[in-house]
């Protein structure tokens, strides 16, 4: 990031123009790694992350949250001593364990039907039977493939091969679908846990906005070439982004009424309204396609006459 010492200059006059009081950095697993969070940390920032799955699991193992508590509850805060300072934020989403647990049963199944494959061929080789290496190299193919090898038990030796779930692995694996557990250096009168939550989810809000400007908002590619009209492109894209976002609140509660509707969709639908302009005898007349209800609504949402 820098010297922390020229940062906190640039920093403090950041805060000074725009009157910003305090930072939250929100950052996936592999962004803000142990240095990172020293570096924020010297600057004066606060920051939120998630924990790795080796590392649920050990706070899972060593007794600091029990998966079967959140049949009740979505949300706990923990602390683990090994992390002085930080607060860690167990959640659950019910969705996507059960998400998780279906991916889970497809990928076990397509491997067993490879494996059992595998395991047909072997036993049909009676006069020639495949040796070790060779059964070996077959089923890591398989293997490798699905990434689910080690909730099997293989047997392998020369013109054998069997396999069998370790239903222990699986059930001990499942204790964790839908957790996930954030970490935060925030204290918690600034931000108590669902806000700490709902922060770390905005994140995928953001991910989802800089792919809206690289599609939707033609963010790229760039055709020009001088810098101040690079850096006007972006800033139109950005201001179109914030156009965007005004817009989908203000049709939030026509997007809720139907699940299957979303704005590209009901941007669609505007386009099918089209005005035009005739020229009859020297005088133009303007003509409005007819509005249809929802075209209406839509105008009636967004605070647009529709004239």
Known sequence: MGDPETLQAQIARVR???????????????????????D?????????????????????DEGFFQPGLFDRRDLAEIADPERPGERLVVCYNPLVAEERRQKREALLSATERELAKIEARVRRRRRKPLTADEIGVAVGKVLGRWKVGKHFQL?????????????????????LDGFYVLRTNVPVDRMDAPKVQATYKSLRALEQNF???????????????????VRAHA??????????????????????????????????????????????????????????????????LLGVPLA
């Open 40 to 60: 924020l940390e010297a600057v004066g920032f606060g920051w939120i992350t998630a924990l790795r799955a080796p590392e649920i699991q050990k706070l899972r």
């Open 155 to 175: 047997e392998i030796r020369d013109g054998h091969f069997a396999f069998r779930r370790k239903e222990a692995s699986i059930a001990r694996e499942a204790e």
């Open 211 to 229: 792919r809206t400007m690289k599609s939707a908002l033609d963010l790229r590619p760039v055709y020009h070439r001088l810098e101040d009209r």
């Open 235 to 300: 800033f139109l894209c950005m201001l179109a982004l914030y156009v965007r976002w005004h817009m989908e609140r203000a049709l939030e509660p026509l997007l809720a009424e139907d699940p299957r509707r979303s704005f590209e969709g009901l941007m669609m639908q505007l386009e099918t309204l089209q005005r035009h302009t005739v020229e009859v005898a020297g005088q133009e007349i303007q003509m409005l396609g007819e509005p249809e209800p929802l075209h209406q609504r839509l105008f009636q």
């Open 16 to 38: 000074a123009r725009f009157g910003i009081e305090y930072v939250v950095f929100v950052g996936d697993r592999g962004m803000i790694v142990k240095a990172r969070l020293s």
